[in-house]
């Protein structure tokens, strides 16, 4: 079976940090960029980074609102990737998914990880 | 940053209608458009990519056309279980960016 599973959210004060990891299986982890998506309760998607499989140089990217605040990694050994959230802000509350990205579309998603963002 | 907008926001529809979403780009985003159904509590599912390729395993009854900045997803037949949000997303450019959604209440 095709899986992503995430773990690492949590309740975190604002200025915190949170590292979140996903473990993926039944796939060829080390082949795939691998994503971060997040939801706002209530809201809709946004994307928030990637990081590229070594044929594309593990390169990453974030979206603006996280830039020098999270950073995205994986470790190809255990088929893992992580976001490292820091200086969390409330608006930073969201259910996080892990998703590969194939052809610019996400086709699997894992089940999420819950983080907020409150004193 | 590649905006996409949704229309309708909501659509209510009875057990075997066909209805379509719009969904419409700031810029030209070629064929990078990617269609997703979400049902509360559980994260999204990919229907198509590529503007019209249908993801495997998902029903024929959703199709998708368009390319440019406008594009539609239609659902023939609609059932009960097509009760759910749906989310363009476009993949031309970083940030990837998805529409605002659509409610389908069937």
């Given at each position: ?84 959230a820091n200086s969390l802000r409330r ?29 | ?106």
């Open positions: 079976e095709v899986r992503l599973v995430e773990s690492g959210g949590d309740l975190v004060q604002p200025g915190g940090s949170q590292k979140l990891s996903c473990v993926g299986s039944g796939f060829m982890f080390s082949d795939s960029d691998i994503h971060w998506v997040r939801q706002a309760p209530g809201k809709g998607l946004e994307w928030v980074a990637r990081i590229g499989s070594k044929a594309h140089n593990y390169a990453t990217i974030y979206v603006e609102s996280v830039k020098g605040r999270f950073i995205i990694s994986r470790d190809d050994s255990k088929s893992t990737a992580y976001l490292q608006e930073d509350t969201a259910m996080y998914y892990c998703v590969r990205g194939v052809d610019d579309a996400f086709d699997i998603w894992g089940q999420g990880t819950l983080v907020t963002v409150s004193s | 940053d590649f905006q996409l907008t949704q229309s309708p926001s909501s659509v209510s529809a009875s057990v075997g209608e066909n209805v379509t979403v719009t969904c419409r780009a700031s810029q030209n985003i070629r064929s990078w458009l990617a269609w997703y159904q979400q049902k509360p509590g559980t994260p999204p599912k990919l229907l198509i990519f590529a503007t019209s390729r249908l993801q495997r395993g998902v029903s024929p009854r959703f199709s998708g056309r368009g390319s440019g900045t406008d594009f539609t997803l239609t659902i023939n037949g609609l059932r009960p279980e097509d009760s759910a949000t749906y989310y363009c997303q476009q993949g031309q450019r970083v940030p990837f960016t998805f529409g605002p959604g659509t409610k389908v209440d069937v």
